[in-house]
């Protein structure tokens, strides 16, 4: 059984979604980063960028246990082992890359940074918080242009379309109207419908917190803090 490390965040639902896709067994293995779990030694010793999500394949290269972090390698290696939504021909292989990379370096910064500004920022800042919808917005129009052509971002689903929902699922927080994207509206909606898209969605399901629910002095110090949190 893969152990999952995890919380209940947009790159926690990318991995918890295709393992439910690819019906692989797995524990998950709770990482509250409002805590400071992440900065765990051993928790580093899997994920030394002390972020969610990681995992560790008792099967993995050479029969022996395998540990990776980063949520865009842990999608390529696992629909790689498994032969399932990441297609071997070279041509289409590489249109899935290159929209996974499209939210890695893309949707998931933006709209990370956007949602800092405008919820968690301790001083509103109108230049960032234009800076960074206006690009999120930019890039949702990109999407919405491919997918008047497509079903899903590289054709046919994948873990394009996985890594870029729980990201694009958020658009209300981030103050989009999602009727100018119809064709991001209706993809969306594909998506979300399917079983295993929602049971991925239960990650940690009890440990969610709302998002008006402010944040401790301590959490904020753990997640925001001008240096490396240092767990005592």
């Not at 390529?76 to 041509?91: H, N, V």
């Amino acid at each position: 059984m893969l152990d999952f490390y995890a919380w209940p965040t947009p790159n926690g639902y990318k991995v918890s979604i295709l393992l439910e896709e690819l019906g692989i067994p797995y524990q998950v293995i709770p990482i509250d980063i409002g805590r400071g779990d992440q900065f765990d030694p051993e928790f580093l010793k899997i994920s030394p960028n002390n972020k969610i999500p990681a995992i560790v394949d008792p099967d993995g290269p050479g029969g022996r246990p395998y540990a990776l972090f980063e949520s865009g390698a842990i999608l390529m290696y696992l629909a790689e082992k498994t032969g399932k939504l990441l297609p071997s021909d070279i041509g289409s292989r590489y249109r899935v890359i290159q929209w996974l990379m499209f939210q890695m370096g893309g949707i998931g910064p933006m709209m990370g940074q956007a949602n800092h500004f405008q919820h968690y920022a301790p001083e509103r800042i109108p230049y960032a918080i234009d800076r960074y919808v206006n690009e999120t917005r930019r890039l949702f129009g990109v999407a919405e242009r491919v997918l008047a052509e497509s079903e899903y971002l590289a054709g046919d689903y994948s873990i394009a379309d996985i890594a870029s929902f729980p990201w694009m699922r958020s658009y209300p927080r981030q103050g989009l109207n999602i009727e100018e994207f119809p064709n991001v509206k209706r993809w969306l909606a594909a998506i979300e419908a399917r079983p295993a898209v929602q049971k991925g969605l239960q990650l940690l399901a009890e440990a969610r917190r709302s998002p008006d629910q402010p944040l401790s002095d301590e959490e904020r110090q753990v997640l925001f803090g001008d240096r490396q949190y240092q767990r005592r």
